[in-house]
Structure formats: C-alpha cells, structure tokens
C-alpha cells in the first residue's frame, strides 16, 4: 500500500532542503521574526500583562497554529506545482498511491514544523515563567497530532486545486477565515450567534481547544471530544481526497 | 511473421485495441480506433497534434479509462488489472517532469524502489551514458538528457511493453537520433515499442509499422513503405540540362505522368516503381547532357497530406 513511503519521504526531505529559500521561510523566518517581535514589544508587555490575561499563555498555541497553517498552505502550493510541472502525472504511471505522495509531504511537513516549534521554544524560553510546569512533551505531541489533522484539510485543497498560482491565495481564502474563527483570538463563546455555530464546525476550533487545553495542563481524557472531531476530520479528507485527487 | 501469428498463441498481439472511443466533454478525442501490435516491433501511432495519439496510449497504459471500446495488453485489462499492468510495462509519458533538485541517482534509486524486479540502475544509466551526471539535478540536464533519463526510468522494472509519447519532441537533430539508436537497442533487446510522434521522420526512420490516426480516427496502417506504396505511387525526378529536345523525350517514357519546366531545370513526375529507370535510360538512349539529378521520392509526410488533405504541421 505504501511502498516508497519512507523512500519518497527522505528524498523529498533532501530535496527540500536543497532549496535554500524554503528552508529559511520554513525554520529561520519564524525564529527571527519571533525574536524581533519579542525584543521590540518585550519591555513594555512586561508591564502590561495584567492587561492581557490571555495572551502570555496562549502564545505557544498562536504560534503553533500559524506553523500549521503555513504548513498547509505550502503542502497546497507544493502539490499544486507537482501537477502543473507534469510531476504527479509521471508518478502516476508507477505503483506509487496518490496517499503514498500525499502521506510522504506530510510527514516532511511535519518533520520541519517540529523543527520551527522546537527553534521558535528554544528562543521563546525566557517567556515562560521560572518554575513553570509545562507539559512539555504532551503539548508537543498535541501540536503535531493537530497539525497532522490540519494538513489533511491541505489533502483536500491540494487535491484540486488547478494552477500553483491559484494555490496559496486559495489556500489563505478557506484557512485564514477558519482560524480567525478557531477562538484563538477571539473566545468562541463571545463570537454572534451564526459564527459561534460556523465556528463549532471547523476543525481549527478543535485543535485551538485541545492545544491550549493540553498547554494548561488539562488531560488528553479532558479533551476526547476535540481528538476524536479532529481524528473525524482527518478521516473525512482523506476519503473525500481519495475520490477528487487530480493527478494533472 | 504474418503466418505464425495464426499458428502459435505466444504470437498473440501484444496489445489489442478494438474500437476505443473517448471524449472530453464535447470534443471526441478518440471516435473508434482499432488496432494490435505485434510483440518484438516498434509500432508508432502517428498524426498531428490533437489527433488522439496521447489519448489513444495513455487509454492503453491504463492512465485513462475508455468511454467504450476493449483493450487487452499483455492479456490484461489496463483499467482493471492496472497494478498488475504497471509492473510489466514502463512508459515514458509526454511533458512528464521530475522534481526540479532530484539527482539522476536518486530518480532511478527511487524508481527501482518502486518496482518488484528492477534492473540495475546503474547499468542502465551507463547505456543511456548518463553516468557522469548521476549527481546531477533534473533541472540542469539539457533536454535530450532529461529525455533518457525518462526512458531509464521506464526501463527500470525491465518491461516487456515500452510506451514513449512524442519523445523526441524538442530536442535537436543530434540528440534525436542518440535517442532513435536508444528506441533500436530496446527492440533489439526482444521488447515491444509502441511510440507515438508527430515527425514523419522520426516514423519513417524508427517504425516497423506505423498507424495514421487524425480527428480521433485511424485513417491506415502498415509499414512506412506500403503506406507510400499505397497512397503515393508518385515519383518526382528534377534534373538540369540545356537539351532542348529533352522535355518531348521524357514525355514519351513509359509510366511518366507529366514533365514541367523548359530548358533549363525540368521536373518529371510518374510511377514510383519505375520513374528512375525510365528516365536514366531516356538521357542515356538520347545521350542528354545532364548537368545535375536528384530524385524526390514520397515520404510518410505526403503519404500524410494525401489522405487526410492537410499537411501534418497544422
């Protein structure tokens, strides 16, 4: 079923990296604009936490949220360019399985925004207070687990989407709106009525819920209802990709 | 070879196509072909862009699955048995790419992976002499090498059938004919070609047989010689000689059908099979002073132009 998976997966990894602009926007980009941020807002934020109750906390979840995005939509633009070069259309007319080539750019996917996370906490370290008891590895595993989820959206996306010009714009137009949405920003709860109800149906919300839930210290148990909408979700794209995969 | 076809079952066709048809919405891409090709020859497909030439093969790898019609390759159903299919045949398809930074090495590693029986990779990199570009990028080979390494890779799982859409398409003469040599040495190593290409050159120098295919249909099918055999039985001898009395004499040999131009450069048209001889003898019977000759013997391209009534490069 998945022959050349891992084969597919390490090349593409190497060939990502032979692109030295998609690493830096990947890893580099984040890092630098997060330390930029922090060293320019840092004095006064200090001052003004009590203002902002929610933000110190909730900014591993933000940021963890904005890697996944960015991961999709460079999954979208990255198949987009697959079709349109005349890629997928060669590989088609080998054993490989279109989920064997989807599966294979989400496990790089993955691979590099765990790298961007674990760089982004590195540098992010001193914001978090001494002593601090942070689920470290459970939050980690949160992140990648939603992020996975959240790139099986990127599954369905990529599947049609026609040029790789139309890909990223497309992309940003179904995602950006999700995660305005997602009570990352705003609490769901206090959101008018006819969003509250589109926010409860977009995987975004659930992810928000179980990372941030995860992140205070909540127990995976504590949030079944957001894994198993997100395991859901995740099931439903792939299936629905599997019928609408273009391969040129 | 016609006659053991009838005697013996491993000569079945290779490939077996009755009737196939496909559409794109509206427009009829393939309107009833039906063809077979024979295992051990290069079988061209051949027409103008548009024709139905990809659509017609790509029906036959299994990439596309016919609106009617029945295809049978190597005794499978290509949308049926695809997964058994594709382990026994290796395709070179039209406009494909690799990834832009995949090194040579790392394409046919891959490729080989893929595969239950795979050839050496690096043996067949050495017959498309693509050995000292191993570590190269797909998107710093030149268009010829880009070409062979395609072919590599459809050679990888050792295939019996090997399908090449419009090959040659953009390179140059020189790495054109690297690849026709290529294109020989896979038949001679007992597989099946079966090509598609819009040069009648490319037909005429590299097909065993070729069909005509145009608007979706196949117009005629045979070697290169029967079809100009068949459909150009003309000739064309130009030659140059101040001889005054040489027009009346060509027009009076046998099979010439007509003679244009005055003293000076005269062109005489007539039966392929005979026109050369008559005229050789013609100046040789009236001792004409011949200060140039050249033949134009008919080509697939005119055979082209004769049966549909356009030219190919429409």
């Known amino acids: 079923m998945l022959r050349g998976l891992w084969r597919l997966t390490w090349l593409e990894i190497k060939i990502f990296v032979r692109e030295p602009l998609g690493v830096i926007g990947t890893v580099a980009m984040p890092v630098v604009i997060f330390l930029v941020l922090s060293r320019l807002t840092g004095r006064q934020t200090s001052a003004a936490d009590a203002a902002l109750p929610a933000a110190p906390s909730d900014l591993p979840v933000i940021v963890a949220m904005l890697v996944a995005v960015s991961a999709v939509l460079s999954l979208v633009a990255i198949m987009a360019i697959y079709r349109e070069g005349g890629i997928l259309k060669r590989l088609r007319a080998t054993p490989l399985r279109p989920h064997t080539i989807l599966a294979a750019h989400v496990l790089v996917k993955l691979l590099f925004s765990a790298l961007t996370l674990v760089a982004l906490a590195v540098a992010g370290r001193q914001l978090v207070p001494d002593g601090a008891d942070v689920p470290w590895l459970s939050f980690g595993a949160a992140v990648l687990f939603s992020t996975g989820c959240i790139l099986s959206l990127g599954f369905v996306i990529a599947s049609v989407v026609p040029t790789a010009r139309f890909a990223q714009p497309f992309g940003a137009v179904v995602l950006y709106p999700m995660l305005g949405l997602s009570g990352l920003f705003f609490p769901v709860d206090a959101l008018p009525g006819g969003l509250q109800a589109a926010a409860r149906l977009l995987p975004l919300t659930y992810a928000v819920s179980l990372q941030r839930g995860i992140w205070r210290g909540d127990t995976w148990v504590s949030h079944g209802g957001d894994v198993a909408v997100l395991l859901l979700v995740c099931a439903l794209c792939v299936a629905v990709s599997a019928r609408v995969f273009r391969w040129e | ?314």
């Open chain 2, 1 to 314: 070879m016609a006659q053991s076809v009838h005697t013996s079952v491993a000569s079945d066709p290779v490939i077996r196509v009755s009737d196939l048809r496909k559409a794109y919405g509206r427009t009829v891409a393939v309107a009833g072909v039906s063809f077979e090709v024979q295992a051990g020859e290069i079988f061209g497909l051949i027409g103008p862009n548009g024709a139905g030439k990809t659509t017609t093969m790509e029906c036959v790898e299994g990439l596309r699955a016919p609106d009617s019609g029945a295809i049978s390759v190597l005794g499978l159903d290509p949308v049926r048995d695809v997964r058994a299919l594709q382990e026994r045949i290796g395709v070179q398809l039209q406009e494909a790419q690799l990834q832009k930074r995949i090194t040579v090495r790392e394409a046919v590693e891959l490729w080989a992976a893929l595969y239950r029986s795979p050839v050496d990779g690096d043996a067949l990199l050495d017959q498309l002499g693509l050995r000292d570009r191993r570590q190269a990028w797909f998107m710093t080979l030149s268009g010829g090498q880009k070409q062979r390494l395609l072919i590599a890779l459809a050679l990888i799982n050792d295939p019996e059938v090997v399908f090449l859409d419009e090959l040659t398409t953009g390179l140059d003469p020189q790495a054109r004919r690297t690849i026709w040599d290529l294109v020989r040495g896979i038949r001679a190593r007992g597989k099946t070609v079966f090509l598609t290409t819009h040069l009648m050159e490319e037909a005429e120098r590299l097909c065993d047989r070729v069909a005509i295919i145009d608007r979706g249909r196949l117009v005629d099918l045979g070697t290169p010689a029967e079809l100009v055999r068949r459909h150009c039985p003309a000739a064309t001898v130009v030659l140059v000689t101040s001889d005054p009395d040489a027009p009346a004499v060509f027009r009076a040999l046998a099979g010439v059908t007509s003679v244009t131009g005055d003293a000076g450069t005269i062109t005489i048209r007539g039966r392929a099979s005979d026109l050369v001889a008559e005229v050789i003898r013609g100046v040789a019977a009236h001792q004409i002073h011949v200060t140039d000759f050249r033949t134009e013997l008919p080509t697939l391209e005119d055979v082209f132009l004769e049966i549909t009534g356009h030219a190919i490069r429409d």
